[in-house]
């Protein structure tokens, strides 16, 4: 059994910053790739940002040169620092993994954090 477990979400002022994590944690597994989804009202959950296990990323272009997306394999936990400009908010933010086991990849989601701008 695999867990994704995500924290950082909360409030963030307008300008301001906030970096969330995801970390994987339970059965044995190798990384492959992580990634960030957003999830605004009313809209459907999108990809913000995508990282391999060897630092390779892929932005959406709606978060490029906003969001950057980290890895560390070590604690097998990818990060989300959002900078600058007001973020996509409000909007529930979802880690997903894909971990190799054995001959196969399984895809796993977090339960999603919420991230909301202050006024």
């Known amino acids: 059994q695999v867990h994704l477990v995500e924290s950082g979400g909360g409030w963030v002022q307008p300008g301001g910053s906030r970096r969330l994590a995801c970390a994987a944690s339970g059965s044995r597994f190798s990384i492959k790739a992580m990634g960030w989804y957003q999830e605004a009202p009313g809209k459907r959950r999108e990809v913000a940002a995508r990282?391999?296990?060897?630092?390779?990323?892929n932005d959406a272009d709606s978060v490029e040169g906003r969001f950057t997306i980290s890895i560390d394999n070590a604690k097998n936990t990818v990060y989300l620092q959002m900078n600058g400009r007001k973020p996509d908010v409000p909007a529930v933010y979802s880690c997903n993994a894909a971990l190799l086991m054995g001959r196969f990849t399984f895809r796993y989601w977090g339960q999603g954090t919420q991230v909301t701008v202050s006024s």
């Open positions: 990282i391999t296990r060897a630092g390779i990323t």
